[in-house]
Nanobody, 113 residues
Framework: VQLQASGGGLVQAGGSLRLSCTASRIIVSIATMGWYRQAPGKQLELVATITSGGSTTYADSVKGRFTISRDNAKNTVFLEMNSVQPEDTAVYYC????????WGQGTQVTVSS
């Protein structure tokens, strides 16, 4: 199983980014997919998840700003990040849970003030 995350970069506070996670050898429509992040010196934090049934959950810190979605035809999960803040700076990891848990390689998001 491979999870390829992309879309990170440098963005100004108040701006937007869209992260993508394309999966191979696992079907995102039947897995619970998630985005996690880890800021320097901090623990890994759950950002958002989407279940096979389409139910979503969000960390309180991103509710109303971030949206997780899934394109089953492309076997890809997205994280739409709006109104980003410097505290959103972190490495973002894609995660898939089916029979086992799988992790992508991470993509850096840096928000400048």
């Amino acid at each position: 199983v491979q999870l390829q995350a992309s879309g990170g970069g440098l963005v100004q506070a108040g701006g937007s980014l869209r992260l993508s996670c394309t999966a191979s050898r696992i079907i995102v429509s039947i897995a619970t997919m998630g985005w996690y992040r880890q800021a320097p010196g901090k623990q890994l934090e759950l950002v958002a998840t989407i279940t096979s049934g389409g139910s979503t959950t969000y960390a309180d810190s991103v509710k109303g700003r971030f949206t997780i979605s899934r394109d089953n035809a492309k076997n890809t999960v997205f994280l739409e990040m709006n109104s980003v803040q410097p505290e959103d700076t972190a490495v973002y990891y894609c995660n898939a849970v089916s029979t086992f848990r799988y992790w992508g390689q991470g993509t850096q998001v840096t928000v400048s003030s």
